[in-house]
């Protein structure tokens, strides 16, 4: 195993101005003010914090970027994020409001290059290639638009291409465990594994501290990202790291 600390990292999806979470992608539902809720994570001990705005496509980015400046000024942790980035330019703006990472997905199916030029011109360690992922027979297909439209790349293909453009982190949403608490899909984070040397962060399907402690035991992955069992106060973050760290697992320890 790693001997580098695991990551516990809350994703928020930005719907409207306010976090939202839904299952396997639909069934959306507002949940709370973003702002507040970077807060409660930062004091809760996370290690860091995921925004996408997910109706990106449809509403005005510079909404977004006003939030992005909000947060900011707000926290002092690391904070990643995507929605509607589709340009160099899109890159820099985020980056720009005070986000740490930026987070690109149908973008970069669209046009592979925005991860190259992101990653020449601000670092390969602010370039995330975040991957919407499903099963069909035994192959992992990598999906776009909220995981609506199936494309031709295997994920684990994918995967190392997006290592080779220049990405500096992988974030691997598993679309069949989204929302249903049943685990993270180990499967496909070990296949992906085996074939990439930058860190990975798994997306889906985190119901119960077991789901971490299998997924890290595995050393499947270097952070966890989770919405609703953090959102809904299932599961708290600074037990959660108790658990993982009596584990064995190397955790960052809650400040």
Same mark, same amino acid.
């Given at each position: @195993? %790693?001997?580098?600390?695991?990551?516990?990292i809350p994703c928020l999806d930005i719907v409207n101005g306010n976090v939202a979470k839904g299952i396997k992608?639909? +069934? *959306?539902? &507002?949940?709370?003010?973003?702002?507040?809720?970077?807060?409660?994570?930062? /004091?809760?001990?996370?290690?860091?914090?995921?925004?996408?705005?997910?109706?990106?496509?449809?509403? @005005?980015? %510079?909404?977004?970027? /006003?939030?992005?400046?909000? #947060?900011?000024?707000? #926290?002092?942790?690391?904070?990643? *994020?995507? $929605?509607?980035?589709?340009? =160099?330019?899109?890159?820099?703006?985020?980056?720009?409001? !005070? &986000?740490?990472? =930026?987070?690109? /997905? %149908?973008?970069?199916?669209?046009?592979?290059?925005? #991860?190259?030029?992101?990653?020449?011109?601000?670092?390969n360690q602010c370039m995330v290639a975040s991957m919407d992922v499903r099963k069909l027979g035994e192959e992992?297909?990598?999906?776009?638009? $909220? !995981?609506?439209?199936?494309?031709?790349?295997?994920?684990?293909?994918?995967?190392?291409?997006?290592?080779?453009?220049?990405? !500096?982190?992988?974030?691997?949403?598993? #679309?069949?465990?989204? !929302? *249903?608490?049943?685990?993270?899909?180990?499967a496909l984070m070990q296949q992906i594994r085996e074939v990439v040397n930058i860190p990975i962060i798994a997306? $889906?399907?985190?119901? /119960? @501290?077991?789901?971490?402690?299998?997924?890290?035991?595995?050393?499947?992955?270097?952070? +966890?990202?989770?919405?609703?069992?953090?959102?809904?106060?299932?599961? &708290?973050?600074?037990?959660?790291?108790?658990?993982?760290?009596? %584990? $064995?697992?190397?955790?960052?320890?809650? @400040?």
């Open positions: @195993m %790693s001997d580098l600390a695991k990551r516990i992608f639909e +069934a *959306v539902k &507002a949940i709370g003010d973003p702002i507040e809720l970077a807060v409660y994570y930062q /004091n809760e001990g996370a290690d860091e914090l995921v925004f996408y705005d997910i109706n990106a496509t449809v509403e @005005m980015r %510079s909404t977004f970027i /006003n939030l992005v400046e909000r #947060i900011a000024e707000t #926290i002092k942790i690391p904070f990643t *994020v995507g $929605g509607g980035i589709r340009t =160099v330019d899109d890159i820099y703006n985020a980056l720009l409001s !005070g &986000a740490d990472k =930026v987070s690109v /997905n %149908s973008a970069a199916i669209l046009n592979p290059e925005i #991860i190259y030029q992101g990653a020449k011109r601000f670092g992992y297909f990598v999906y776009t638009h $909220g !995981g609506k439209n199936r494309t031709t790349y295997n994920a684990i293909d994918w995967a190392k291409r997006c290592e080779t453009l220049g990405a !500096g982190e992988l974030v691997i949403n598993a #679309i069949d465990q989204d !929302g *249903v608490k049943k685990g993270y899909d180990l997306s $889906g399907g985190a119901g /119960n @501290m077991k789901d971490f402690e299998d997924l890290f035991e595995l050393d499947a992955a270097d952070g +966890a990202i989770a919405a609703s069992i953090f959102h809904y106060k299932t599961l &708290a973050i600074p037990s959660l790291k108790s658990r993982l760290s009596r %584990s $064995g697992i190397v955790i960052r320890e809650v @400040m």
